[in-house]
């Protein structure tokens, strides 16, 4: 079965900045697509990064390009997300979710989720 | 301003059938699959239908899901007091830069 874990939530300061990881395990870890979804009262669900299996491809939402930096170690079984610039609107769960091979296939399982909290 | 355009809420009795549409264009829906997933509170997101009709294994087949167009709709008929819960529907757009786009997400009640 496949387990997805998030961690590294917690609350920040605007402009701040702020790593999540994401612990794999169940399925061969470096075969697929992995990618980052957060659900915030406004938006409801938004797709936020993907990194493909080797970690040579990566793909951004508008709303957090050049602020956040997805990349794994597939030695490791682990997924992350360096966030950086923090605004109140990045505030919400981000859960880490199991693609395909490629960056087409359906997004699932996803973990728990790890909460972010934006605020002075 | 929404990609993926659903209706904030749906509702019906138990045993009716509840349809929920997602309106897109040409660069998603149009040219892509369709995938709906249910949320609900303090859960993690589980997919209910994956490319535009294919039901995972243990999804009732009380769900269904249709496309049409720039379209696409999720039907669950036999309505139950489980099915309560926020859905969403998902797929890529070739015009963004980030590849994946969710709607606005429909609240179901059952009444």
């Known amino acids: 079965e496949v387990y997805l874990v998030e961690s590294g939530g917690a609350v920040v300061q605007p402009g701040g900045s702020l790593r999540l990881s994401c612990a794999a395990s169940?399925?061969?870890?470096?075969?697929?697509?992995m990618h980052w979804v957060r659900q915030t009262p406004v938006k409801g669900l938004e797709w936020v990064s993907l990194i493909s299996r080797d970690g040579g491809h990566t793909h951004y939402a508008d709303s957090v390009r050049a602020r956040f930096t997805i990349s794994r170690d597939n030695s490791k079984n682990s997924l992350f997300l360096q966030m950086s610039g923090l605004k109140s609107e990045d505030a919400g769960l981000y859960y880490c979710a199991k693609g395909g091979r490629g960056i087409s296939g359906v997004i699932d399982p996803w973990g728990q989720g790890t909460l972010v909290s934006v605020s002075s | 301003q929404t990609v993926l355009r659903q209706p904030p809420s749906a509702s019906g009795t138990p045993g009716q059938r509840v349809t929920i549409s997602c309106s897109g264009s040409s660069s998603n829906i149009g040219s892509n699959y369709v995938n709906w997933y249910k949320v609900l509170p303090g859960k993690a997101p589980k997919v209910v239908i994956y490319i535009d009709n294919e039901r995972p294994s243990g999804v009732p087949d009380r769900f269904s899901g249709s496309k049409s167009g720039t379209s696409a709709s999720l039907a669950i008929s036999g309505l139950q007091p489980e099915d309560e819960a926020d859905y969403y529907c998902a797929t890529l757009d070739g015009s963004l830069t980030g590849p994946w786009v969710f709607g606005g997400g429909t609240k179901l009640t059952v009444l």
């Open positions: 169940g399925f061969v870890f470096s075969d697929y697509t």
